[in-house]
């Protein structure tokens, strides 16, 4: 099983970027899918989540820029990245979970996939 991100780079403040996670080995048609980021030294926090169904979750600082969707025939979730602000630098990581509780701190993930780097210059 396997979560592959992709979609990161370096964007100036007021930018957009789109990530990508493609999930293999198993379908993840009924897993919650989630994008979380984490700095150097900081613990890892939870961006936005996504149900089977669509529900969709989202961290404050995040809502209203950034959105999240999934394509469950591909086994691909998306982060639509607007509005990029310099404190938007992370590693970004996607993941997966059958039960989406606690999320915020980082429990109930069953699967990660490796992260992509997304740097805002100001």
């Known amino acids: 099983v396997q979560l592959q991100a992709s979609g990161g780079g370096l964007v100036q403040a007021g930018g957009s970027l789109r990530l990508s996670c493609v999930a293999s080995?198993?379908?993840?048609?009924?897993?919650?899918m989630g994008w979380f980021r984490q700095a150097p030294g900081k613990e890892r926090e939870f961006v936005a989540a996504?149900?089977?169904?669509?529900?969709?979750y989202y961290e404050d600082s995040v809502k209203g820029r950034f959105t999240i969707s999934r394509d469950n025939a591909k086994n691909t979730v998306y982060l639509q990245m607007n509005s990029l602000k310099p404190e938007d630098t992370f590693v970004y990581y996607c993941?997966?979970?059958?039960?989406?509780?606690?999320?915020?701190?980082?429990?109930?993930?069953?699967?990660w996939g490796k992260g992509t780097q997304v740097t805002v210059s100001s």
């Open positions: 993941a997966a979970g059958l039960v989406f509780m606690n999320w915020d701190r980082g429990a109930n993930i069953d699967y």
């Open positions: 996504i149900s089977w169904s669509g529900s969709t």
């Open positions: 080995g198993r379908t993840f048609s009924s897993y919650f």
